[in-house]
């Protein structure tokens, strides 16, 4: 059976037509993390102060976790496409699970519980990419098409 042939604009190896330019992705590569983060720092900002008045620390405390964030996603997103598919997964869910255990302290819980939380998120964190890249790359992390 023989394979149709990629559309026009597709990148290679690929079925489906990049739509966007180089241009967008370059763009793209550093507003998604800036954009994550500024969610991610208010997110943190409005959980450390529990509904109470806002505070000059609070604004910090929430533009420090939003600089920390977008510059660790982007540090993840530039490095971990090249590590094997076991470590890129291990690092996201490395990733996510801190982000989920620190947003999650903040909102008052107990020390325990949020490592337990942050724990478990981890985990399906790792589990679900693990799978999507086991099934969508070879050993050495060249997708498939």
Known sequence: MAHAAPAPGASPGSRLPDVFSARAHGIARWAVPAGTGLVYGYWVAANNRSGGPITGWNVLLGL??????????????????????????????AFGGCAFGFLYSEGGAAILRSVFMSLAVAAVVFVVLFYRYYTHEDAEGHRLS
């Open 64 to 93: 420090v976790a939003a600089i920390v964030f977008a510059a660790l996603c982007y540090a993840l997103l530039v490095a971990a496409p090249r590590m094997r598919r076991e470590v890129h997964a291990l690092l996201w869910a």
